[in-house]
Every structure is written in C-alpha cells, then in structure tokens.
C-alpha cells in the first residue's frame, strides 16, 4: 500500500512525498505530496472503481507495505479502510476532500495546499483477527522502511521523508545524485566502505555501489535492485552479485549493494508479479554475466587490501607508515591467557564465575612452511608463508579459529562449579528467552530464573566470558540481528558462535608472545576458510614477491 501510493505520487510529478504510519501503519498511514493533484472527475473516478476492483485479502495483515493491486490501488485500498484524500492543482483555488467510508465516497470543497495527501486508517479494523498481532506493527513498520527505502533510492530528484509515530525516522533532499541518496539512505557511515562500479554494454548500463566484504549482513537486506528506475528484483540478478562476492563472503553474510541497471525497456518484463516487485529479464544469463563481471572487477579493484581502497582514486592514500616489527612482551601473557582459552595444550584455569573442569585442547596440525617475524603495532602478525609475506589482523583471525572449534564439532560442555545468575533489561531478555533454544543447542546450560534472570549452570568448552551480562546483552541483540531478517536455519546457532568468538578473541593492541602468535597462526590455516573471520571481515592481507617485484619495478 505505501509502495502504491508513494508511486502514485511520483507518477504525479511530486518533488516532496512525504509518509508517515503510526502502529505499523495498522491505526494510519498518510503520504503527501506536491504533485499534480486531482480533478473532481478524476476522484471520484479513482474511488469508483472500487464497485469492480477485486477486493484485497482480509487475511493478509502484513500488506501494509505493499497492499493494492496494479491500477487500481485506491480503490482496493478503500475496500479494507477508511481513505480521505486531500487535493488541489496548481489551477484551482480551492482544493477538494474526498472521504470513503465503509464503501460511500463523499467529495467536499475545502482549502488544501497543492498536491494530494491521502491517509488511510483504521486498516482491516473490522477483522477481529488482527487483535492477536500484538508484535505485527514493528514488523510491519520494518516492511514499511524497506518499500520506502527502495522507493527513495530508485528517485534521487525528489526530497522524501518518513515519520513513524510522531518521530521523524529518514529525511532525503530534493536533487541529489545516486550517490549522495545512497549515503542518505544506506546511512554515510558505511558509505566509507562502499565501493562503485560503472560499466556498460550493448544496451546494458550499470551503476553499483557496494560494499568490501569487511561490512557484511546476515540477511538480504541491504542488497537493493533498481531496474529501470524502479525498484524490482530479479532473481539473476541479486545471484550474480552473491556469485562476484564469490568466497569473500562467509556463507550466510550479504553485502551491502545498490545496483542501477538500466535495460532496453523490451528486455523487462514488468507483468509476472501482481505488485511488480520481481522482474522478468529477457536474456537473464547475459545480464547476469554483465552485472558479476562489472561488480568482480570493481570488488578486485576495492581489493580488501587497504582501509578505504575503494576511495582510492578519489582520495590518494597515504605512504605507509615505516614498519617497526617489535616481539612479545612475556608480561602481557597472563592478561592474555585469562581471556583466551584455545590455545593449544594448555591447562584448565579459572574464570570469574568458578572453576572450569577441563579444557580439551583441539589438534595442533602441523607447522608447514610458515614462519612468523614479528607483530606489528600489537595489532597484526608479519608472517612469512612460503613467498608470500602475510599481514594478520590478531582479532579477525582469532575470531575465525575459535568459531571454527566450536562450530566443527558438537558442543562440547564445561561445567561450572557455582551456577551463574545475572540479570538483563526487559527488551534484551525478550530476546535472550526467545534465543535460549539457540544458545542450548551452542553448549549452554541456561534457564529463566525470576523475571528478567538467568541461570548458566555450563558454557560450550572453550568459550571466554569475563562479563556476563555484557555477553549475554551482546548475545541478545545478535540474535535479534539473525532472527530480525529472514533467518535461514541455524542462524541463531551462528549469532552464538560469532558472539562467543568475538568475545573471547585477542584484541588489537595487546601484546602475543612467539608462541602466541605461531599457535594461532598454525589453528588460522588449519580452518577450511582462513581468509574471513565469521562476520565475514579479512584476516589477512598477502603481498606475493611478484607484487613486491612490481612495487620495487623490478
Ligand atoms: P493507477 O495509479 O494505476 O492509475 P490508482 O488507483 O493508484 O491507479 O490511482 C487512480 C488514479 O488516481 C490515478 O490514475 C491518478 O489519476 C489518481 N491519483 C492517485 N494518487 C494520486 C496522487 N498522489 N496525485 C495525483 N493523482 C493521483
Ligand atoms: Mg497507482
């Protein structure tokens, strides 16, 4: 539905469509514009065709977003609410209000500014059912972000704005490019991180923003199609652009992308969806091939290699700084070894909450053909690995070897000696009691205890938890994340895992001994994807001597 009137708006001519919703859009939905506005005529011609449009279905309660049927939305859309529409044009004086209630159109005078505000309550509000959606607003809203998003960044010329219950949520300006309206509505935050990618061929053109696969999600979300000046998907499409981030990405991650793709209009059939949100591409294999190899080759020149390196061009990196390899400092490894536990043989110790029984120590593989020189700015480890020289970031790799423990085999179990009790704000104990299942099957020994407490009688072996309740918050707000978007199974499992590693990994800026460093190294390669660490972050940076050749024009 607000897809269908925002879209009404922009077919209007408008250069301001704003929307607001309050409950989801359930108690209302108003969207204004600056448009053309309506005619008498054309009013109630909008509103009549309710007498022989297909009614929408009553059952379909998360339609708020999207309700309505192709040339015929009004009309639908005041089959199942109470609709008041608000016009004027630029010739007349007087605008006009047109009400539809329980199925009779009324049109009144009235003074209006020009453009058109149609507001919609009381949706569904006979069904009785819709009582039981207690949680139904804030998903619905969710949808309604999204369809205004997409909305937003397929039109950068007018300003738009969304308001949920009275708060003003986005604002984008009138007359930006495609860039300035992805940074307003992807947040310019992550624009830092965001590469571009323009390419044509034959009559295919493509503009793509996207993110290094140091920014990854755990949903769909963030990938957003525009064919044709208007938001669709097309399942080629959105497989073309996982297939360019081929391995980068670790299985579940998405990037964050925008992808313009202007096609001949003929090669787009718009007509297989009843809302038009999925296309249909006439050669779907020469598109999709097109949009992988124009976004690999921007994703190769956004190599993962610096900070920014998407930027390049527009902002010349500096000269790196002189590198000072410095060695471990012995008295940083107490501090370390409290907060670390998989190394390999080493003995059970104790952690804040009681004693551990027994820590297995996972295989040591063998050593191979890597010898590590040094840490650099107690952040990252030089190595040599054959002949290539290897940068390590100490956390991400960290990360990614202790998921892989505790993921490759089935949770191993430490009890604790003294039942563990703590205690979250409401909102993140709803969502650590809908994750206990989750946080079961990862190893935890975890109850309800009293209104926002819990029990942890066990922890998966090798997991670090120093404070409790800021793991256990953190742990509640990634799985809110992983169930959040369309969650695939195990997802929850996932968030645990990846919470348990991000907290128990070695940070930047402390200080690894030899030692240290070679156990992690050696556990890093043992991992069948050592590259990424689980939120789909790089571990590593490798320069070959042919590059080094290249760098010294040799
Ligand atoms: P369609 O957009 O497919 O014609 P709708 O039911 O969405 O069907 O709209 C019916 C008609 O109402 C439109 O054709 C247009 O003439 C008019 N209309 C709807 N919304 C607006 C608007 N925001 N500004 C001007 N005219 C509008
Ligand atoms: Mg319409």
Aim: net charge neutral; glycine share 8%.
């Amino acid at each position: 539905m607000v897809k269908e009137l925002m879209e009404n708006s922009l077919d209007a001519g408008a250069n301001r469509v704003e929307v607001s919703v309050s409950g989801g859009g359930f108690e209302s939905v108003t969207v204004a514009d600056d448009g053309c506005g309506m005619e008498e005529e054309d009013l109630r011609l909008a509103f009549e065709r309710y007498a022989t449009s297909k009614i929408a279905c009553r059952e379909d309660l998360g339609a708020i977003s999207t309700l309505g049927f192709r040339g015929e939305a009004l009309a639908a859309i005041a089959a199942v609410a109470d609709v008041t529409v608000l016009t004027r044009t630029a010739e007349d004086d007087v605008g006009l209000r047109g009400t539809v209630k329980q199925g009779r159109v009324a049109v009144r005078r009235e003074g209006a500014p020009r453009g058109t505000t149609v507001t919609v309550r009381r949706l569904f509000a006979d069904v009785p059912a819709r009582r039981k959606f207690a949680g139904a607003a804030a998903a619905e809203y969710r949808r309604v972000a999204d369809v205004f998003k997409r909305i937003c960044l397929s039109a950068p010329l007018p300003a738009f704005k969304l308001t949920k219950d009275g708060k003003l949520q986005y604002t984008a300006r009138a007359g930006a490019t495609r860039r300035e309206r992805v940074g307003e509505v992807i947040g310019w935050q992550y624009l830092e991180e965001v590469g571009y990618a323009e390419a044509s061929e034959g009559d295919c053109k493509l503009t793509a923003f996207f993110s290094s696969p140091r920014v990854s999600f755990a949903g769909t979300a963030n990938i957003y199609t525009i064919i044709n000046g208007r938001p669709a998907r097309a399942k080629p499409v959105f497989k073309a652009v996982m297939s360019a981030y081929d391995l980068r990405l670790d299985r579940g991650r998405y990037p964050l992308a925008v992808i313009y793709l202007d096609l001949p209009p003929d090669a787009v059939d718009v007509n297989v969806h009843p809302r038009k949100e999925e296309v249909r591409l006439a050669d779907e294999e020469a598109v999709a091939a097109f949009v992988r190899r124009a976004l690999a080759e921007g994703l190769g020149r956004a190599a993962v290699t610096v900070p920014n390196a998407a930027f390049a061009a527009e902002a010349p990196v500096p000269p790196p700084p002189p590198v000072v390899v410095t060695n471990g400092i012995r008295e940083a490894v107490e501090g370390y070894l409290k907060r670390t536990g998989l190394w390999p043989q080493r003995p059970a110790h104790s952690s804040p909450a009681g004693r551990v029984e027994e820590v297995t120590p996972p295989p040591v593989p063998p050593a191979g053909d890597v010898a590590v020189l040094g840490q650099l700015d107690a952040t990252y480890i030089i190595v040599k690995k054959g002949e290539e020289l290897v940068v390590i970031d100490q956390h991400t790799a960290h990360e990614r070897v202790i998921y892989d423990s505790l993921a490759s085999r089935p949770a191993a179990v430490q009890e604790l000696l003294l039942p563990l009790s703590f205690s979250l704000p409401p909102a993140l104990a709803d969502d650590l009691t809908a994750g206990l299942p989750a946080l079961r099957d990862a190893g935890f020994d975890i109850a309800e205890f009293g209104p926002q407490t819990f029990v942890v009688r066990s922890v998966p072996n090798g997991a670090r938890i120093g404070d409790w309740e800021g793991f256990f918050s953190e742990v509640a707000s990634n799985l809110r994340r992983a169930g959040g978007e369309r969650s695939a199974p195990g997802a929850a499992r996932e968030a645990v895992l990846k919470t348990i590693a991000c907290h128990g990994a070695v940070k930047a800026g402390e200080v690894l001994t030899a030692e240290e460093m070679a156990s992690l190294v050696r556990d890093l390669w043992a991992t069948p994807t050592p590259e990424v660490c689980p939120h789909g972050r790089p571990t590593m940076v490798r320069l070959e001597t042919k590059q080094l050749e290249r760098l010294f024009r040799r």
